[in-house]
């Protein structure tokens, strides 16, 4: 198992490329089943959930065709089993995503429970009631998800989300497309993804107005054909190279991203007294060698401050200026960064569900390990912070989500290499 090995004390300092966004490129992957002529997708994240996603529609007889720009071209019709087997789907949740379109398009699927979801649990549930209601007949046996469509494919309804779920209105917005007659979907999730999405699926020719908001509706059509399609950036990959410049005090220009998507967490950076600059495609931060002030904060849905940027923000706090209060309330159990953090000499302290942070000027670098994705990208910030070097273990999670980390963060001048476990 690979593993980081950082020296810290350098300021960050340079330009870097940010990649397509892994959240928005996983439904749009799903999507392509939709459409009844190949469909090319571009600027997809180099990812291990990505090649996943990939090798799912390999084993469904879907052969994507890859370009040396990592654009993939898609052709569903080749399409031989209608089956998302366990054993890929336990390794990725956002699998469930080609449940939707596969029902929609070919009136049939078999998806695997993701692992470690007991049905009664709501994600799951809300796509199945999702589908449901636009007429789908659903089973639950031997661990998979079996739906098929009515006679004559699946007819518009109306679904209420009673938690916000963003892969449910994402399932649920893909198969009500090719519904016949309108859908309203209602307390649908907003993330700049779904609109990116419904941005995919209107280019295809569906019928979609009202993403980004709470409700969103859909009139289904009788067919979608194929496009060339561009994956918008990730917002959380552009945060958490602002969060690790501002933490060290350094300067960082990042380019190909949108500053309108992420205008919570650069207003936080700006509380921290970062200098922050933007264009229509670029975002730079300077913190002019200065140490950051500690900011509060706490989660909520989009538009509010992302749950996916919080441990980032505790790893600054650690060595702000002042006392820093962080609550998450989307995800229980969300603060397991916190113990590998006190570690390396941070003082936080936890109760319930907020973390309070009182800055030390300095972390002292310590053997720590990823517990989840953005956790471990916390980590690596703490390292950039740290005296001596930290050895970060089980890195796989941050390969889920940040493509090439190592070679980003040494062109920002970090100290940062991999070592084969």
């Known amino acids: ?73 898609i052709d569903s019709s080749t399409i031989s089993s209608l089956v998302a087997p366990y054993e890929l789907v336990k390794t990725m949740r956002a699998s469930i995503l080609v449940l939707g379109p596969m029902v929609a398009r070919f009136g049939e699927a ?54 916000v779920s963003v892969t449910g209105t994402e399932n649920i917005m893909m198969a009500a497309a090719l519904a016949k007659g309108r859908s309203v979907l209602k307390n649908a999730a907003r993330e700049p993804e779904i609109v990116d999405l419904a941005n995919c699926l209107i280019q295809m020719g569906a019928k979609i107005e009202g993403a980004g908001t709470d409700t969103i509706i859909i009139d289904g059509v009788d067919r979608l054909q194929g496009t060339t399609y561009t994956v918008m950036p990730d917002r959380i990959e552009t945060g958490t190279y602002l969060v690790a410049a501002a933490a060290t005090g350094g300067r960082v220009k990042l380019k190909d991203t949108d500053p309108t998507i992420l205008e919570a967490v650069l207003s936080k950076l700006q509380e921290a007294g ?38 980032q923000f505790i790893a600054m706090n650690a060595v702000a200026e002042g006392q820093g209060t962080v609550i998450e309330t989307i995800f229980e159990n969300r603060f397991m960064h916190v113990l590998e953090m006190q570690r390396m000499g941070a003082k936080i302290q936890i109760e319930g569900n907020t973390a309070i942070s009182s800055g030390v000027a300095l972390l002292k670098a310590a053997p720590v390990m990823a517990t989840d994705l953005r956790a471990s990208a916390s980590l690596v910030i703490a390292a950039l912070m740290a005296e001596g070097d930290t050895l970060i273990d089980r890195i796989y999670h941050i390969d889920r989500g940040y493509e090439c980390i190592e070679e980003k963060m040494q062109l920002l001048g970090a100290k940062i290499r991999r070592i084969p476990g």
């Open 1 to 73: 198992m690979d593993k980081l090995i950082i020296t810290g004390g350098n300021r960050l300092d340079g330009e870097i490329r940010i990649s397509g966004a892994k959240n928005a490129a996983l439904p749009i992957l799903a999507a392509t089943l939709l459409a009844d002529s190949p469909i090319t997708i571009c600027n997809l994240p180099h990812l291990h959930d990505i090649t996943t996603m990939i090798e799912l529609f390999g084993r469904m007889g879907v052969q994507p065709v890859i370009d040396e720009k990592l654009s993939v071209e």
């Open 110 to 163: 078999e998806v695997a429970l993701p692992g470690g979801c007991a049905i009664g649990s709501r994600p799951v549930d809300l796509h199945i009631r999702g589908l449901e209601a636009l007429g789908a007949h659903i089973e639950v046996e031997n661990g998979y998800i079996k739906a098929k469509a009515p006679e004559g494919g699946l007819r518009g309804g109306q679904f209420f989300f009673d938690i």
């Open 274 to 311: 970062a200098d922050i600059q933007t264009g229509d495609d670029w975002i730079e931060l300077n913190m002019h060698g200065k140490r950051p002030k500690a900011v509060n904060l706490r989660t909520a849905p989009y538009p509010a401050f992302p749950t996916d940027m919080q441990a």
